[in-house]
């Protein structure tokens, strides 16, 4: 199993610009979450989803959009990056049977 | 409303010392799970332990140890004979019933062991 995979790894954005960053799990997880995480701050919840098509919103949702169509893939969407953005990206997931969350590798995003 | 404070923001101890982080958490549930994560210099999240409100009884995995007390709403984590490899950032975090659902987060305790 690769267990939860993040592309890309890097991305730098200009302003303004828009983006996807993929998430994908192979455990057959229900939860999934988008989180991001800044210097001194922790991990921010931004968007979740407990299944397919159900998504909704965490502490940090503004600037970013989520939709889940497959129980696999859970992507993040910046609909206008602006340098509040740029941060390190973390896709998690769960199964109903063990509660933890299983984290990517991660993106680390920089908006110019 | 959910909460959890780790008010230790760097800690530096010189090899085979033992260590004690702290987190403190707030939540009105009475159905919760506690966790602790670790987060090397490069950069992924290891999950180490996950613990119910229920279940109040310590843990011990090797050098690792976890003190959970509902009364002072505490779940601590200790290293015994700290090594250079546990340099990290270490996040506890709680999260409702609902499995997998809403993760709070403390701000971590960056753990640095001097050889």
């Known amino acids: 199993n690769a267990g939860v995979t993040q592309t890309p790894k890097f991305q730098v954005l200009k302003t303004g610009q828009s983006m996807t960053l993929q998430c994908a799990q192979d455990m057959n997880h229900e939860y999934m979450s988008w989180y991001r995480q800044d210097p001194g701050m922790g991990l921010r919840l931004i968007h979740y989803?407990?299944?397919?098509?159900?998504?909704d919103q965490g502490e940090v949702p503004n600037g970013y959009n989520v939709s889940r169509s497959t129980t696999e893939d859970f992507p993040l969407r910046l609909l206008s990056a602006a340098p509040s953005q740029t941060s390190v990206y973390f896709c998690a997931s769960s199964g109903t049977e063990a509660y933890e969350q299983y984290f990517g590798p991660g993106t680390r995003l920089t908006v110019t | 409303a959910q909460k959890v404070t780790q008010a230790q923001t760097e800690i530096s101890v010189v090899e085979k010392e033992d260590v004690t982080l702290d987190c403190v958490y707030e939540t009105r549930d009475t159905t919760y799970y506690l966790f602790w994560y670790k987060q090397p210099p490069s950069g992924e999240l290891v999950f180490l332990i996950r613990r119910n409100s229920f279940d109040e009884q310590n843990e011990i995995s090797g050098r690792y140890s976890w003190n959970f007390q509902k009364s002072t709403s505490s779940f601590n984590f200790t290293i015994t004979a700290s090594q250079v490899v546990d340099s990290a950032v270490y996040f506890c975090?709680?999260?409702?019933?609902?499995?997998?659902?809403?993760?709070?987060f403390g701000t971590g305790t960056s753990l640095t062991v001097i050889p």
């Open positions: 989803s407990v299944g397919a098509g159900i998504t």
């Open positions: 975090a709680l999260s409702e019933a609902f499995p997998g659902n809403q993760f709070y």
